[in-house]
């Protein structure tokens, strides 16, 4: 130990130490572990027995203890210690607007220099200060405090965030508590001032992905709202996907066997989740809720009755014109009567087949076509009675949309994709675009928007396919449908497992861990918990498929199937 700190070996050594806790206090990005390194380092350097760092709350009134350590006494507290810190902040203020100075943290904060007691004990020495709770301290724990340094750490803009406490200066050599040296305190001052930037850079971080986190909840909350045919879709999903990706890194084993993500790849997982819909802000409303096959902006049902309307009132004026030529009035009532009763059994039928529904035969599909022929005069000109665009949504075999409706809807994963390819991500949320870009993808290729296959997906991605088909299953806020039960749930995707539809691995874990179950503790009416057939799941078998040749996959991995790359103009 070198006993002279004024020497050039010393100060080298000194500089050496500063330089080495600057380039980690800049790696560090977790706060609690930012926190405990400045202070351990501080005490390293002045081999102080104790320490205290505050951190300036947001209001900027008080000093709230983020990290307490004590070699003598063993105390550790705050930082990362998992110890929580039981003592209440130090206001900076006394009433009002009033400077706060009596004690050494706050004057250090307040005067913006260090402020170091060499005896806390010895008479004269405080300048007004107050002591006495560190004196009262001292009694409860059968320690004395002698020495103390308060180091203000401030951030680019001047500003104080946080003040660094030292206590008791010991020398190594003797092991007697001294005053802090002028050199060491030199020392602190200069380390105080990187931790400061240190900590200004954290808490810039946090500010901008809180920012960020705030404007992708703000962007799914939107989505959400846009549609009632969505429900709270998008602020589930996330909250299902993070559920079953924890079920999946405590599995021992099996292919998910040591499966783990990092903080930043848990981020880059929830980043994904909240934002897999946010393509469906260009779906045109008017198709995302199409509740009927008529309906665009408004449903055209009203078109077809108006124009029935108007055959009702033509077979009314035939009547009255057989009359007048001198039909008999019974042939002329039983041929109005025959013709109502058409017009109404026809009416009747297409208001039927323009609700979706799960099949139309094509009896049903010939009869619209035949009814769509009829003649009508509007406006003096005749013309057929349903226009082909009427006709060829009538004829929707099942739901309501047309096949290019269908894939205008399903097109929102091409803008999902591409909305979120134009961001500059920075690295550690690089995989956002495929976690978010892949939930309705298949296993064997039938999915959309690229057609990818198994095993050319990550596990984040194939994890938010199942989460966003369990929760659109047992949702129960779609004016559309009821909130279907878990045996119902789990049973259709144990057929979209056997179609590999589902990754047939994660499903059976997403079985086995009982997550769709916790989940539908906590999100689903009581009435949907039933029971589950798990074995019976289990023993699915998923439909053999062949896998292309690695160039063929590549491709599709690159671009948008062609029915999709015309929603973009290619």
């Not at 035969?361 to 619209?368: D, F, K, N």
């Not at 056997?498 to 059976?508: G, R, S, T, V, Y």
Request: aromatic share 6%; net charge negative.
């Amino acid at each position: 130990m070198i006993s002279d700190l004024s020497s050039a070996e010393a100060k080298s050594i000194r500089f050496e130490a500063l330089h080495r806790i600057g380039v980690a206090l800049s790696k560090e990005r977790d706060r609690d572990r930012l926190v405990e390194s400045i202070l351990l380092e501080a005490k390293h350097l002045c081999n102080a027995d104790g320490g205290t760092l505050y951190l300036v709350d947001k209001p900027g009134r008080e000093l709230d203890f983020a990290m307490i350590h004590s070699d003598s006494l063993k105390i550790a507290q705050g930082g990362s210690t998992g110890n929580p810190i039981n003592l209440p902040s130090i206001p900076l203020f006394l009433s009002g607007d009033t400077p706060n100075r009596n004690n050494v943290a706050t004057r250090a904060y307040h005067d913006q220099v260090p402020v170091h007691v060499p005896d806390a004990y010895a008479p004269g020495v405080t300048k007004g200060i107050d002591l006495s709770g560190t004196h009262a301290f001292d009694r409860r724990n059968n320690y004395r405090s002698v020495s103390l340094l308060a180091i203000p750490l401030s951030n680019s803009q001047g500003s104080v965030i946080a003040v660094l406490q030292l206590i008791n200066a010991t020398d190594p050599n003797t092991g007697q508590v001294t005053p802090f040296h002028p050199e060491l305190e030199r020392t602190v001052i200069a380390l105080a001032a990187q931790a400061g930037i240190a900590l200004d850079n954290q808490a810039l971080l946090a500010a901008h992905r809180e920012l960020l986190d705030s404007f992708i909840k703000l962007i799914a909350a939107a989505i959400d709202a846009k549609s009632p045919y969505t429900g709270d879709h998008c602020e589930r999903v996330p909250v299902l996907a993070e559920m079953f990706t924890r079920a999946l890194c405590e599995v021992q084993e099996g292919p998910f066997a040591g499966f783990k993500l990092t903080d930043e790849e848990w981020r880059e997982l929830r980043v994904a989740a909240w934002l897999h819909d946010c393509g469906k802000v260009t779906t045109p409303t008017h198709v995302m809720d199409k509740a009927t096959k008529l309906e665009t902006i408004s449903d055209r049902i009203l078109v077809v009755e108006a124009r029935y309307e108007v055959l009702a009132r033509d077979a009314e004026l035939d009547y009255f014109r057989a009359i007048s030529a001198g039909r008999p009035e019974h042939e002329a009532s039983l041929a109005l009567e025959t013709t109502r009763k058409q017009l109404s059994s026809e009416l009747t039928f297409l208001r039927g087949a323009n609700i979706g529904g799960e099949f139309l035969s094509p009896e049903a599909r010939a009869r619209i076509q035949e009814i769509g022929a009829r003649t009508i005069v509007l406006d003096g000109k005749p013309q057929p009675l349903l226009d082909q665009d009427m006709v060829k949504n009538l004829s929707i075999a099942r739901g309501t949309l047309t096949e290019d409706e269908r894939v205008t809807i399903n097109g929102h994963m091409v803008q999902t994709i591409r909305m979120l390819e134009a961001l500059p991500f920075p690295a550690e949320l690089a995989r956002v675009p495929e976690y978010a870009g892949g939930h309705h993808e298949r296993m064997d290729g039938k999915g959309y928007p690229k057609g990818l296959f198994a095993g050319d997906m990550s596990i984040p991605a194939r994890v938010l396919a199942i989460a966003d088909v369990f929760e659109a299953l047992t949702a129960a806020d779609r004016p559309y449908k009821k909130g279907k039960t878990l045996s119902e749930s789990m049973r259709i995707m144990g057929q979209m497992k056997k179609a590999n539809h589902l990754d047939p691995e994660l499903f059976d874990e997403f079985v086995r861990s009982k997550v769709y179950l916790k989940y539908a503790e906590a999100h689903c009416a009581k009435e949907q918990i039933d029971s589950v057939d798990e074995a019976a799941l289990l023993a699915i078998r998923p439909e053999p498929y062949t896998l292309p040749e690695r160039e063929i996959r590549d491709a599709r991995r690159r671009d948008f199937l062609p029915e999709y790359k015309r929603l973009l103009g290619g």
